[in-house]
């Protein structure tokens, strides 16, 4: 998984930690979250803030 694959990410972390309300993480906690999944594998600076973003609108819309 890279960066830029917002939805397989937001998928991941709902599999991961079912009980959070993405709309309560911190964009610095949502990069270490996403570090940690066991498939990623991408640059930490490759992410930004509109990558982050996405990621916690699809975690939400999933949700």
Request: aromatic share 8%; net charge negative.
């Amino acid at each position: 998984m890279k960066w830029t694959d917002v939805h397989e990410i937001a998928l991941a972390l709902l599999d991961h930690h079912p009980d959070v309300d993405p709309m309560t993480v911190r964009f610095v906690d949502l990069m270490q979250w996403v570090q940690a999944l066991p498939d990623f594998d991408d640059h930490r600076d490759r992410c930004n803030e509109r990558i982050l973003e996405a990621i916690q609108m699809n975690w939400m819309d999933e949700r």
